[in-house]
Structures are given as C-alpha cells and as structure tokens.
C-alpha cells in the first residue's frame, strides 16, 4: 500500500466515524511505518490538529489489526514526558500500559497514560480512530523498544 492509498484510507475511516477534515488536513495526514516497510502490520496514521508548547490534538487512525509498536515519551529538560489521553471514537483499539492489564477501549471509552510509560497500542478487526489529547508532542523524542524502529 503506498502512502496516498493509506492517506486515503485512513480519510474515508475518519469520515465514516464522523470525523471532518479539511482538505489541507487530509492531505496531511501523516502515514508512518516506523521504518519497518509493513504498514499493515506495524504503522499508523495521524491528523495533527493542533501541536503547542502545552498541548496537542491529534486524530490516531489504525487500520485492522495494525499496532503501534511499544515506546514512551521521556523527560526533556523540565518536561516530565507526554502525558495522553486516547478516547476511542470507533472500532476497538487495545491499549498495553506497563503495569496494567489490557486494556480494551471501545466508542466512548478513554484511558490517560502518564508521562515516561512503556505502551503500545493495536486495533480490532475492524480498525480504530482513536482521538488522543496530550501535553506537547515531541515525536523526535520518543524512545521505542525496538531499536530499528525511525520515526
């Protein structure tokens, strides 16, 4: 699947669960395969709405059974690390939280995951938009479990 077949896709999920997007959104939508090249299996689809020095909203689309393989978002400088809140808006996403059991989230559910915690996440059969609302974002930091993984 190329990366405007992808885009396409995740826009069409996000439609579907009643999720608007601009134009200029849509085709922004960032497709990350971690470096890994099995989008599929290991990826993840982002609409980045709002990114600041305190905050951030994002649009998380997950197609079947894809994941987002295990990281955390440490410290930088003063910053204790992203703290975020995933609420689920359709399909099932499966949340593993260091120190927890799994945790299932359907529509209308949420689970906030605290600063600097191991986590990974995978969509159910059927795929997943998950909108998550955090302190600053800071991808470039983000420290994953699986050396190989680029993001």
Same mark, same amino acid.
């Given at each position: 699947?190329?990366?405007? &077949?992808?885009?396409?896709?995740?826009?069409?999920?996000?439609?579907?669960?009643?999720?608007?997007?601009?134009?200029?959104?849509? &085709?922004?939508?960032?497709?990350? %395969?971690?470096? /890994?090249?099995?989008?599929?299996?290991?990826? /993840?689809?982002?609409? #980045?709405?709002?990114?600041?020095?305190? #905050?951030?909203?994002?649009? /998380?689309?997950?197609?079947?059974?894809?994941?987002?393989? &295990?990281?955390?978002?440490?410290?930088?400088?003063? %910053?204790?690390?992203?703290?975020? *809140? !995933?609420?689920?808006?359709?399909?099932?996403?499966?949340?593993?939280?260091?120190?927890?059991?799994?945790?299932? /989230?359907?529509?209308?559910?949420?689970?906030?995951?605290?600063?600097? *915690?191991?986590?990974? !996440?995978?969509?159910?059969?059927?795929?997943?938009?998950?909108?998550?609302?955090?302190?600053?974002?800071?991808?470039? *930091?983000?420290? !994953?479990?699986?050396?190989?993984?680029?993001?």
């Amino acid at each position: 699947m190329t990366g405007a &077949e992808a885009r396409e896709r995740a826009a069409a999920m996000l439609a579907e669960a009643g999720i608007v997007l601009t134009t200029a959104e849509r &085709e922004a939508i960032e497709v990350a %395969d971690f470096g /890994l090249g099995r989008l599929e299996e290991i990826g /993840l689809q982002v609409v #980045v709405y709002v990114n600041t020095k305190r #905050v951030c909203a994002k649009e /998380l689309v997950l197609f079947p059974r894809q994941m987002c393989p &295990e990281h955390r978002h440490p410290p930088v400088g003063d %910053d204790p690390g992203k703290e975020e *809140t !995933f609420r689920c808006r359709s399909g099932l996403v499966r949340l593993h939280i260091e120190g927890e059991d799994e945790i299932v /989230l359907q529509p209308g559910e949420q689970w906030t995951i605290p600063p600097d *915690t191991l986590h990974w !996440f995978q969509a159910g059969d059927e795929g997943a938009v998950v909108s998550e609302f955090s302190t600053r974002s800071r991808d470039e *930091t983000d420290v !994953f479990s699986d050396p190989r993984i680029v993001r």
